[in-house]
């Protein structure tokens, strides 16, 4: 069937309205079922054991001392250290034995006979599920000695340090606040065992897996993993009979005219977004010489093939493993930003030969305040960290502490206000698209798209760190993956289609078509998909079957970029060696191939809420991470690089960047099926086998077969590295051969001519 641009566009105008409606009434239902933090807590004498702020400030000490990028919390955040919930959950449960144990028989609990364990674990039991949801919570005598001896443990683990933990001297400053990152970590634990008002599960739908403490899956967690289950083999039947009844042409390069890189003009603007790829690239090498580093601290946690002993350098202490991880992630989200950003306005010129005034001067200045941001912001996570800053400068000017979300948030806002820029300075650039297309056009759709970007990012400035964790993490999330889900996968699918028929590939209304309908499918179900995040982390229970339907359906989107991508391989197959965009058509295929492994067959596994109660917070999410941010987002960045420099550089050379895409090609399926996901699936056994603490224990790390896969991730890492230090080598040469600017007087509209605006 013929389905109408326009009809199309009003479709994905009312599912993007609600979706915002949907997660609009969630955020404020969800604040409302928040779990609460308690004025005191007292134990059974009324002597007081802790208080709301005490909580509160512990959270504080949990972010501005990067604790969520050594270990996690609820799940979420690093898996070198522990879960703090459920090792607070695990180490409550074993104290409260030992006070049982010596007050009842005066020995030690491992010492008595299984009838007496059992009777001291029926009773630690019934002390945990007797949990009240009042201003004041009361605790047992147990819970009391439980409570001050955790708080020890964090003393001696996390502010005198534990190599052996790769915890360096002083990483929480002082005993006091250790004490308090202690009783945050408590918090968290009360909540996933108590159960909530007037339901038979804790807030936390009774995760961590703790049997000892009464925490198992419950019936919704199988009941809908078998409804995703269904859904799925319905949706898909369904996607794929809409996807075949629209008309869509596939890519062919067959009897078409593909515009030789050499004949079009390279403008002022676009040469200072060239400039973008080389900033880009030193943040990529920096991003995976941190991952070498963090991926081998694994096996060493104190040092780095043996440097500390041989040289005596505290390698823990100069870059401890939270900072390296902070940095790794935020280089990760920059270069790709980066080099989006520079594709963007790179475009805009080459498709309509038009270059407003001054265009050049503000892209420069543009790249000049992304440097200083990017400098600010990973200098202020060192500072915060560090703590350098007093008051609240730590989370304005230093580390907010958040996962995704570390740099301060002075330096967040000048991201946002650098998106703000750049849509302004790609309006100008499409300018005459603009005039000419109707508003459902494909330049129109490149602004949407980097426009709900920035909108999404708004939702980073919606907590403080005295916001309860739980709601912290519900706006974080929308940060996090709703960029993934909607907003980058809108941008993945806009950019794709514009470089398609920037190469001739693609007539503009067909690529218009394919963008909507893609953007469409994608938002449908990636928005509101994103609250398969939180099951765990307290939010209410009509998450579990919002989540579980929405984040199925997410496969079925990327099914469909998977079977175009292989389509497009093909024309690029009969196209022959002469295509002269050969190269970065190959980026967009992998990208589309990673895509499809990473975010969706991964994704769909790990996002069943029956599997995720046991590998939520494992190495099995560390496979999905790798696979869909570098592996989709990461390649199609590459290739829109490799596509600018092909048309700007003079004397065309392809052979280094071939080695460099073989080699992380290679080099990420290596580290994924060969290191990360063996070692994935050896956690889920180990939690679905004895709880989950265990699986993510400093005992299990340290397993001879785990050591094993970690070495096993040397060979990945290595091509990883290679192949991004002869991508940065290849970029500088390149640059070097940069073809001579067209003045304004030189320029023809050849470009513009082409792409004049045509109707259904």
Same mark, same amino acid.
């Given at each position: ?280 690239? $030193? *943040?990529?090498?920096?991003? +995976?010489?941190?991952? #070498?580093? /963090?991926?081998?601290? !694994?096996?060493?946690?104190?040092? %780095? =093939? ?59 200045? $543009? *790249?000049?305040?992304?440097? +200083?941001?990017?400098? #600010?912001? /990973?200098?202020?996570? !060192?500072?915060?960290?560090?703590? %350098? =800053? ?69 939702? #980073? ?300």
């Amino acid at each position: 069937m013929k389905v109408r641009r326009q009809t199309l566009a009003k479709l994905l105008v009312i599912v993007f309205v609600v979706n915002l409606a949907v997660m609009g009434v969630g955020a404020w239902y969800s604040t409302e079922k928040a779990p609460p933090i308690p004025k005191e807590v007292v134990g059974p004498d009324g002597e007081q054991v802790v208080t709301d702020e005490q909580v509160r400030t512990g959270k504080t000490v949990f972010q501005s001392d990067g604790m969520m990028n050594h270990g996690s919390i609820l799940g979420n955040g690093a898996y070198y250290g522990v879960d703090y919930t459920a090792d607070a959950l695990d180490l409550k449960v074993q104290y409260m034995r030992e006070y049982y144990a010596r007050e009842r028989h005066g020995e030690a609990y491992a010492d008595l006979s299984s009838a007496e364990q059992a009777a001291i674990g029926d009773v630690v039991k019934t002390d945990l599920d007797d949990g009240s949801v009042d201003e004041t919570i009361h605790y047992s005598a147990a819970e009391v000695y439980a409570h001050q001896q955790v708080r020890e443990v964090y003393v001696e683990r996390y502010h005198e340090g534990s190599a052996e933990r790769g915890v360096p001297e002083g990483m929480v400053a002082s005993e006091e606040e250790a004490r308090r990152f202690a009783d945050f970590a408590m918090w968290t634990a009360w909540m996933s065992h108590t159960d909530r008002p007037a339901s038979d599960h804790s807030y936390t739908n009774d995760w961590p897996y703790q049997p000892a403490a009464g925490n198992d899956p419950g019936a919704a967690a199988m009941t809908w993993s078998v409804i995703a289950m269904v859904l799925l083999v319905a949706g898909a039947g369904a996607g794929v009979w809409l996807y075949k009844s629209v008309d869509l042409p596939e890519p062919s390069t067959a009897g078409i005219d593909v515009p030789a890189p050499d004949e079009a003009d390279l403008l002022p603007s676009q040469s200072a977004a060239l400039k973008f790829v080389p900033v880009a690239a $030193l *943040l990529f090498v920096g991003q +995976v010489l941190l991952g #070498g580093l /963090l991926a081998h601290y !694994y096996v060493e946690r104190h040092a %780095f =093939f043996g440097i500390e002993s041989v040289f005596g350098i505290p390698v823990i202490e100069l870059l401890p493993f939270a900072l390296a991880k902070t940095w790794h992630i935020d280089l990760g989200v920059l270069w790709i930003a980066t080099l989006w950003l520079g594709a963007g306005l790179f475009l805009a010129p080459l498709l309509t030969g038009y270059e407003p005034k001054n265009q050049s001067r503000y892209v420069y200045g $543009l *790249l000049g305040a992304l440097v +200083v941001v990017v400098v #600010g912001g /990973l200098t202020g996570i !060192y500072l915060g960290a560090n703590e %350098f =800053f007093q008051g609240d400068l730590w989370w304005l000017l230093g580390n907010e502490g958040l996962e995704y979300l570390e740099v301060g948030k002075v330096w967040q806002f000048g991201l946002l206000l650098g998106f703000g820029a750049w849509a302004v300075l790609v309006a100008r650039g499409f300018r005459p698209l603009l005039d000419r297309e109707p508003k459902y056009g494909l330049a129109h759709m490149i602004l949407y798209a980097g426009g709900s970007i920035g909108l999404l990012f708004v939702a #980073g400035f919606m907590f403080t760190p005295q916001t309860n964790i739980a709601v912290t993490e519900f706006w974080r999330w929308w940060v996090v993956h709703m960029w993934v889900e909607g907003a980058f996968e809108f941008f993945i699918v806009a950019i794709v289609g514009l470089t398609l028929v920037s190469m001739n590939l693609l007539k503009k209304q067909s690529a218009e078509k394919a963008v909507m309908l893609e953007a469409l499918l994608v938002m449908g179900t990636g928005v509101i998909g994103v609250s398969h995040h939180y099951w765990w982390i307290g939010m209410p229970d009509v998450w579990v079957p919002i989540g579980s339907v929405f984040s199925t359906l997410e496969l079925i989107p990327l099914v469909f970029i998977l079977y175009e991508a292989l389509n497009e391989y093909q024309a690029l197959s009969a196209s022959g060696e002469d295509f002269p965009y050969r190269l970065p058509f190959m980026f967009i295929i992998a990208s589309g191939v990673w895509n499809f492994v990473g975010a969706g067959v991964l994704g769909f596994f790990i996002n069943l809420p029956l599997v995720n109660y046991y590998e939520h917070g494992t190495y099995l999410t560390v496979g999905h991470a790798h696979a869909a941010m570098f592996g989709a987002f990461g390649f199609l960045a590459l290739g829109m690089a490799t596509y600018m420099l092909r048309i700007a550089t003079k004397d065309w050379d392809a052979s280094r960047l071939r080695v460099a895409f073989w080699t992380w090609n290679v080099g990420l399926a290596l580290m994924v099926f060969v290191s990360v996901l063996p070692v994935g699936f050896l956690q889920l056994e180990a939690a679905f086998t004895a709880n989950y603490d265990a699986a993510r224990s400093l005992a299990f790390y340290n397993g001879e077969l785990v050591q094993l896969l970690f070495w096993a991730r040397l060979p990945g890492d290595t091509l990883l590295i290679v192949g991004t230090l002869v991508f940065a080598y290849d970029v500088v040469v390149k640059l070097f051969g940069e073809r001579e600017v067209t003045t304004e007087d030189q320029r023809d509209a050849v470009v513009a001519a082409r792409m004049g605006a045509d109707d259904d």
